[in-house]
């Protein structure tokens, strides 16, 4: 049986747990329950803290897990990013008081207070940048104002918090961050399976299906339009010289795309949704 990670709380919690239900996956009924068994795929859900995800997938105690790539890379797990998700989305910055930065040179010497303690030493030490870090659990963003810090290192979504605390950003993107599936068992094929499931509700996510009808002779210039993932299908319609297109477009651009295949002389063009994908 797969034993996978999921983060129990925080950001990433909800989402993981959206993505694995429209995945087939067995959820918690209760946000208390630390144990779900799903005997039905095979599996069993941990329900553990984000940042400890790495450290057990690492040790092998659990197969696979659900964390962010920046809490991946602090912890110095052995667990390696199998494939990355569609949710969790930040990017991992230094912050100051406005105008008191310039650079990454101007923070040498100074304090740096972060909850990501071992990914911004490694990132400084790279760059040849000796600052005295400060570990802090979390609202880092007060440090600079309480005085126990000169600038932060954090997560950075919206930047709203940072501005609140009269903050800015400067120097370069440390690490873009996203929600990332890790293992330490890359040829498992349970993980395989896992994997293209998830695969598929990002399939489901991004793509819908387009129908349309179209008169023969512009069969080609349709599919400059809408390619599709390897090629569109196409259909003959009974007793005319028009043919049935079906298509996968992206999401985003659905009604573009319709805009143009009407312009063309599409018609009774339809779009739904892709509820499951195995690609
Ligand atoms: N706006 C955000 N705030 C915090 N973390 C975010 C945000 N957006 C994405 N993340 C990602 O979520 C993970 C952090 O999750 P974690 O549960 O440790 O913290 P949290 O969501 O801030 O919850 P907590 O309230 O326990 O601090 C990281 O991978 C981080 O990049
Ligand atoms: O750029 P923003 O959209 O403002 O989001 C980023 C902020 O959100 C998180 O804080 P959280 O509320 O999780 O508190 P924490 O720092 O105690 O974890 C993160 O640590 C940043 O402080
Ligand atoms: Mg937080």
Redesign the pocket.
């Known amino acids: 049986m797969l034993k996978i990670a999921v983060p129990n709380k925080g950001?990433l919690s909800e989402s993981a747990a959206d993505m694995l239900r429209e995945a087939g996956y067995a959820g918690r009924r209760d946000p208390k329950e630390l144990i779900v068994a799903d005997p039905r795929n095979d599996v069993e859900f941990f329900y553990l803290r984000p940042r400890d995800i790495a450290t057990y997938v690492g040790s092998g105690a659990l197969d696979v897990g659900i964390t962010g790539r920046d809490l991946l890379l602090d912890s110095h797990s052995t667990a390696q990013e199998i494939k990355e998700l569609d949710f969790g989305a930040s990017t991992f910055r230094f912050a100051g008081p406005i105008g008191a930065f310039d650079g990454l040179e101007s923070l040498k010497g100074k304090r740096v207070a972060t909850s990501y303690t071992s990914l911004v030493g490694d990132y400084l030490s790279q760059q040849g940048v000796d600052v005295t870090l400060i570990h802090l659990d979390?609202?880092?963003?007060s440090a600079v104002r309480l005085g126990v810090a000169d600038a932060v290192a954090?997560?950075?979504?919206?930047?709203?918090?940072?501005r609140k605390q009269g903050l800015e950003i400067f120097g370069p993107v440390i690490l873009q961050s996203n929600a990332v599936l890790i293992s330490t068992r890359l040829d498992d094929p349970a993980i395989g399976t896992l994997t293209r499931r998830l695969q598929g509700v990002m399939v489901a996510h991004q793509y819908v299906l387009m129908d349309y009808d179209l008169p023969s002779a512009l069969i080609d210039q349709a599919s400059q339009i809408t390619p599709g993932f390897e090629s569109p299908t196409i259909s003959p319609l009974r007793g005319s010289d028009w043919v049935a297109v079906r298509v996968m477009v992206p999401r985003h651009d659905t009604n573009q795309l319709m805009d143009a295949l009407y312009e063309l002389g599409a018609r009774a063009i339809l779009v739904s949704p892709i509820h499951a994908a195995r690609i």
Do not use: K, P, Q
Request: no cysteine; proline share 0%; net charge negative.
């Open positions: 950001t979390g609202a880092v963003e954090d997560v950075v979504e919206t930047g709203s918090t940072l």
